[in-house]
C-alpha cells in the first residue's frame, strides 16, 4: 500500500467522498488506543459503544470493497501513542503518504499536526481532509466566530436558516417566526406521563469489547451491560431517527425541558429519554449526519397527517442546526485557552456522590443515577440538575469537566467543553450565554415531578431541611454581584436580594454556609 489513511473513532462517516473509488493502495486503519480509552475516565458503555461502532464502521468498508486494517487494543496497547503507532505502520507497510481527517478535538488535532512535521515524516506526504460532517466547514467557522468574542446563538441560527434554506418561506421563517419557546417547555404533568414514548432499545452484544477493556486495566465508571442499547451502525442509527420521528418529535418543544422521576421506580429505562431523540451518539460519531437527520425530520413534518405542530420540529432543528454548529465555533475559536478558564474563580472538589449518586436531593439522585446507568441524560437535566449544583456550590471547572466528558455517550471534547464550562458553568464569562443558568429549588420544582419525593423541603430555605439549592443560590448571587449586578438580566433578583432584611440574608447565607460545610453528606 502506498497510501495510508487513519480514521478516527468519531469519524465514522460511510459518506465521505474519500470512500467514494475503490483505490487497493490505500490502506485505512482503524485503531482502538489505550490513550483514547483513558485520556479521561469514561463510562463503560461509551467505550463498547464507540469501539463496537468502529468495527461496524470497518466491516462496512471491507463489504464495499475497501483495503481495512481495524487494531483492537491488543494489536495496539504495546504502542505509547497514537504517533508511535502511526509511524510502525507507515514503516510496514512502507507507504509514502499518510492521509487524515481534521479531528474535531483539539488534543488529537495538534498530535497528528505535530507528528506530521516530526523528522520521521520527512518522506512521507501528508493530506489533510475535511470531515464532511458539519454543516460549517472548518474554514468557515474560522471566519464566521472570533476568539473572546460574545457570540449570541439565536442570531446565528437564523442566518443559519436562511443560508441552508432550512424551514423558510422565501425570505421568512416558515410559519412567521424564528423562536416558537414561548409556547415550549411545559412540565410533564400526571397526566401526560401516559404520552412517553417506550424508548427504542438495541441489544449490542458487547462481551468481547468488556473482556478487552478489562484485560487491558482500562479504569471506567458507569453500569455495565453485556447488551448495549445504543445503535453502533448505520441501520441502527436511522431506525432510532425514525423511531423518534414518530414517537418523540410531536412533543419534543413542549417538554424538552421537562423532567420526571415517577416512571423509572422499578426501570429507569422507561423515563430517560422521554421525548429526546438520543441521537447524539450517533450523530457525534459521525454514523448519522446533521444534514440527514435534520431534512428527515422535515420531510416527516411535510408528509405527515395530520400534521404536527411546527414548533415542536423547530425546537428540535435549532438543537442541531443552531446549537451544535454554534458550539463547535466557539469551541474552534477559543482553543486552547478555553479549557482552563476559570472565570468565577470556582475551586472546591466534585463531591464523592458525583460518582454514586448517594444523596439525598432527589433530582440529583435522579439524573446521576440515571447517567451512571445509561451513559445518558437529557440537556435540562445536564444544564439545570447537575450543572446547576456545580455552579451554585463552586465546583472546580476542571472537576466538573472530567465528570462530564467520562459519563456521557456522546461526550467529546468540542461539544461537552463549551456546554459545560461555558453554558453550564460561565467560566468563559458569558462567550457561551450572556447569563449564568443559576436556579433555585423552585425551577426544579416548576419543571420536574421531584420535589414531592425528596428528601428536602423546597419550599424552604433555612431550616435545616430546606431544600440546600434555595440557599445555596442566593449565596452564588450574592458572592458575584460585583460581575453579574451590571447585567440587567439580573437586575431583578438583586433587587428581590435587597428587599429582604438584614437577618433574612443572614440566615440564608448561614445555610448555604452549612450546605457547602457539609457538602459531601448533602
Ligand atoms: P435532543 O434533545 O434530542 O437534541 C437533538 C440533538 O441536538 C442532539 O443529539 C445534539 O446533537 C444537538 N444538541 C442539542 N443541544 C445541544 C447543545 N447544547 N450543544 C450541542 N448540540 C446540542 N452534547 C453532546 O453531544 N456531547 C456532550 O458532551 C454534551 N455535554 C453537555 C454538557 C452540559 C453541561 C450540557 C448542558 C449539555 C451538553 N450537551 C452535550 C448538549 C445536550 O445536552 C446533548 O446534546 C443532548 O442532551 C443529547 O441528547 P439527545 O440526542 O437526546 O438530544
Redesign the pocket.
Known sequence: HSRLRLILGDQLNTSHSWYRQKDDNILYVIAELLQEASYVCHHVQKLCAFFAAMANFAETLRNAGHQVLYLTLDDTASFASLPELLSHLLEKHQATQFEYQLPDEYRLREQLAQFCQSAAMKAVGTTVYDTEHFYLSDEEIHRTFSRGKRHRMEAFYRKMRVRFHILMDGEEPEGGRWNYDAQNRNKLKADDLKLVPEPLLFANDVRDILARIKRHGIQTIGKESLHLIWPVNVQQASELLSYFCHNGLKH?GRF?DAMTGKLGATDMKRQF?LF?????FA??SKMLSPQHVISTVIEHYHTRKPRMDLAQVEG?VR??LG??EF?RGIYWANMPEYESCNGLDATRPLPSWFWTGETRMHCLRQAITQSLDMA????IQ??MIT?NFCLLAGVDPDQVDNW??GI?I???QW??LP??RG??QFADNGIVGSKAYAASGNYVKKMSDYCSDCHYRVTETTTPNACPLNALYWHFMHDNQTAFAANPRNKMVYAVWGKKSEDQRQAILERAAACLDDIEEL
Open positions: 419534543f424538552q429519554g429526546h431523540s438520543r441521537l447524539s450523530l457525534n428540535f438543537q442541531i446549537w451544535r458550539i445518558y441524560a437529557h440537556h445536564r444544564l450543572g462530564y466528558m456521557y456522546d461526550a467529546i461539544v461537552e456546554n459545560t453554558m453550564s
